[in-house]
């Protein structure tokens, strides 16, 4: 189990990176993530090592503004990775927003790998009124 010290660290570095999409400042990529970093995106798309996610932001960040990208929450698991829900609010074309989690594990302090999945942001209850 990782210790408590490095647990903030790595917490601060799942903010820092959320928050480097905000700011459209991605300098401190290097000391976020191993260059080998396995990234999915919750629509499918990978990048193996940082040579290409750096690729994918550089081209992503010249179309896309992110106006939110809000975490609720991020816990630790039991085997050290960490699970981080979230709201994700863009703008491209037309803007769009929807809710996600990430699955993340570091290694030497550094992001080792990021799996992401997503859900609608808007809810309903379908059976609220038939039970």
Known sequence: MHTT???IANKQTIRNYF???L???FSELDSWFNQDV???ECYGATYEGLNELKAYINSKSKEQTVLRWDIS???QTTTGKFVV???FDAKEKQEYCF???SLIAFSDNKIKSIVEYSTKH???RPYKDKV
Do not use: L
């Open 122 to 124: 808007e809810t309903y």
């Open 19 to 21: 928050n480097s999409w």
């Open 73 to 75: 929450q991020i816990e």
């Open 5 to 7: 010290e490095q647990t």
């Open 23 to 25: 700011k459209k400042d």
């Open 85 to 87: 829900t979230w709201f």
């Open 99 to 101: 809710d996600g989690v």
């Open 38 to 40: 396995y990234y999915r």
